[in-house]
């Protein structure tokens, strides 16, 4: 493709910047296009027939050939303007100048025939000359292609969706576009732009009431430098930029901005070359927008890159920069078009890891659970099995969440039952319960009966145990099991030995 390419450009070059000779053999004619409409049917007439005929005479002796017609219906000036086209080829030079009522819609403008009655943004099309499509006739001839139209004097009376005048939304490449009064544009176009050698800044001032848009340069002349042995190389660069836009690859452009780094056209070819360059990027951007991504699947992603080493700054469901530069640098990694963005298979084998690493990893935690589990047994028999408080307390510290926790505080409840049965005697003034059970320890409660020794400090004993969380049962100021159970289980909450007896530590810290 490259070779091919300059071979192409070296004949154009060739063919561009040959022998004076050569360049008059192959020159073609200059065309103009002169269209107005001054003699309206049914909306005001318009002026400057005149200026149009000055023009016409003008572009004729400066040995353009003219297709002209005056006073045109719509299919008329559609027929005229085929007449133009047909010849446009082979022209080295064109100029368009429009007269008459210029209307414009949100993306044309349209120069109005005089049969038009009625024009609005629907018939608009059927009424008159598409100004937008003159433009992209001659936007084949860049740099070389001028549009003059003329401002209305007298406003037509419009319809809905239509504008008075010439307003273009863009200028098509290389193509000039001169806009003001009938009387400003013929003088415009006999001494400055048929002038020959004048460069289009040259010829088309800065002035009040004309307006220039589009291609403007300070070097190219439209006419060229006025001999005819010669060859503007400025003219011979916008043909190897026609070229260049033709073949419209990145080797041409390249080659452009090589052979002129600084030319005519050096902006509009590295807009080319962006423009190629981010295709690749816009194209998958909208293939990983057709993915409609939810908040999960992007957090899935973000993950599974994290895991791969490929740093996202975050696993937040959001593919900011951290995340674009981590897919580009894995998409790099794996050999692919590093764009940032996810085509469909990626997405897919990145789920599909990522799915796979989740269910590795739960079944991982199903394993650790079952070995825990198993530790947990192991050491539940082995506290079981040693039965002294140690090893119980031991287990209980060790698996706080243990299977066996409750039946390991059960043993521990059990041995200090039993060690109080080795104590000798029970009994028990201030209990109406007769049978105390498990709360038998003669010594304990001769110690109790110090430090609540009437039914009033009983009675305040067992509210206190009611207020902190601990039922005692009923509030009677005899304590029966259930109040000592209850005495129990407050003894335990204070970190205070368990013996469901009051003493002085009890007593104080149930804040009597």
Do not use: C
């Not at 080797?251 to 600084?262: D, I, Q």
């Not at 368990?498 to 804040?511: F, H, K, M, P, W």
Request: aromatic share 6%; no cysteine; hydrophobic share 40%.
């Amino acid at each position: 493709m490259m070779r091919h390419f300059a071979w192409m450009m070296a004949v154009l070059a060739a063919g561009v910047f040959g022998t004076s000779a050569d360049a008059q053999q192959r020159r073609g004619e200059n065309l103009a296009l002169v269209i107005g409409n001054f003699d309206y049917d049914t909306m005001q007439d318009v002026d400057g027939e005149q200026d149009a005929d000055r023009m016409t005479r003008a572009l004729r002796d400066a040995g353009f050939r003219v297709v002209k017609g005056y006073d045109l219906d719509a299919a008329r000036q559609v027929g005229v303007a085929r007449i133009f086209a047909e010849r446009l080829d082979r022209a080295d030079r064109v100029m368009v100048v429009m007269l008459g009522h210029v209307v414009s819609s949100g993306d044309d403008s349209f120069l109005l025939g005089v049969d038009t009655r009625e024009a609005d943004v629907l018939n608009a099309g059927r009424r008159g000359l598409s100004l937008a499509a003159v433009q992209s006739l001659i936007a084949s001839k860049p740099g070389t292609a001028i549009l003059m139209v003329a401002g209305n004097r007298a406003e037509p009376d419009l319809g809905r969706g239509l504008r008075d005048g010439f307003r273009p939304r863009g200028v098509q490449q290389g193509v000039t576009v001169v806009r003001g009064r009938a009387q400003e544009l013929s003088q415009v176009l006999i001494d400055g732009l048929l002038e020959p050698g004048n460069s289009l800044r040259q010829a088309l001032p800065n002035r009040a009431g004309l307006s220039v848009s589009g291609f403007v340069s300070d070097r190219v002349s439209f006419m060229g430098a006025g001999r005819g042995d010669e060859v503007d190389p400025d003219l011979g660069q916008l043909a190897y930029w026609n070229a260049t836009r033709d073949i419209g690859t990145k080797e041409a452009y390249e080659a452009y901005l090589k052979r002129f780094p600084n030319g005519i056209f050096a902006g509009e070819a590295r807009e080319a070359l962006d423009e190629i360059r981010e295709a690749p990027i816009r194209e998958a951007r909208a293939a990983e927008e057709a993915l409609n991504l939810s908040r999960e699947d992007r957090r899935a992603v973000q993950s599974v890159l994290t895991d791969l080493g490929f740093n996202t700054r975050g696993i937040d469901g959001v593919f900011g920069r951290g995340t674009r530069a981590a897919i580009r640098a894995w998409q790099e990694s794996r050999g692919l078009v590093a764009t940032g963005f996810l085509t469909d298979t990626q997405y897919r084998g990145l789920r599909r890891e990522y799915d796979e690493r989740r269910a590795a990893a739960e079944a991982a935690a199903e394993r650790e659970a079952e070995r825990q589990a198993e530790r947990d047994r192991q050491a539940w028999i082995a506290a079981r099995d040693a039965g002294s408080r140690g090893a119980l307390r031991a287990y209980i510290r060790d698996f706080p969440n243990g299977r066996f926790v409750e039946q390991a505080r059960a043993r521990l409840a059990e041995i200090r039952r039993q060690e109080q049965d080795s104590d000798q005697g029970a009994a028990g003034g201030g209990s109406s319960d007769p049978d105390q059970g498990e709360f038998n320890n003669r010594r304990l409660l001769a110690e109790e009966r110090i430090f609540a020794p009437n039914q009033v400090i009983r009675l305040a004993v067992e509210r206190q145990l009611a207020r902190n969380g601990f039922n005692p049962g009923p509030i009677d100021g005899n304590i029966t099991t259930r109040t000592r159970r209850a005495i129990v289980r407050f003894q335990r909450s204070r970190g205070l030995p368990e013996t469901g007896y009051l003493n002085a530590a009890t007593i104080s810290l149930l804040a009597l």
